[in-house]
């Protein structure tokens, strides 16, 4: 089993930027992808974006290209979500996901691990 510990969120003004980190620990040898998703409030979890651990190769929501990044540290086990130019309707607790699979008939994603998750919070 992997497990996650997510960091950075926090209240930020439309416009502004932060840096999320995920850590990631326990049989990381086994995990090939890592993502974000995250959950507003009365909405279901969506994702973000993914990255292979590999060779770095990434993926995002329509809704976030251009403003947010994914990169990883193999190193120290740690994923990293840039996001900048935040609006407020990125607002939501943001989660870390271990090997993350989109099924391309229903569109759902199944996902080994979990993070607990971490707030974020945009004011306008």
């Known amino acids: 089993q992997v497990q996650l510990v997510e960091s950075g969120g926090g209240l930020v003004q439309a416009g502004g930027s932060l840096r999320l980190s995920c850590a990631a620990s326990?049989?990381?040898?086994?995990?090939?992808?890592m993502g974000w998703f995250r959950q507003a409030p009365g909405k279901e979890r969506e994702f973000v974006a993914v990255?292979?651990?590999?060779?770095?190769?990434?993926y995002y929501a329509t809704s976030v290209k251009g403003r947010f990044t994914i990169s990883r540290d193999n190193a120290k086990n740690t994923v990293y979500l840039q996001m900048n130019s935040l609006k407020p309707e990125d607002t939501a607790v943001y989660y870390c996901?271990?090997?993350?699979?989109?099924?391309?008939?229903?569109?759902?994603?199944?996902?080994?691990?979990w993070g607990q998750g971490t707030q974020v919070t945009v004011s306008s």
């Open positions: 326990g049989r990381t040898f086994s995990s090939n992808v």
């Open positions: 996901a271990a090997d993350p699979v989109r099924n391309g008939s229903t569109a759902q994603w199944t996902v080994r691990s």
């Open positions: 990255i292979t651990w590999s060779s770095g190769h990434t």
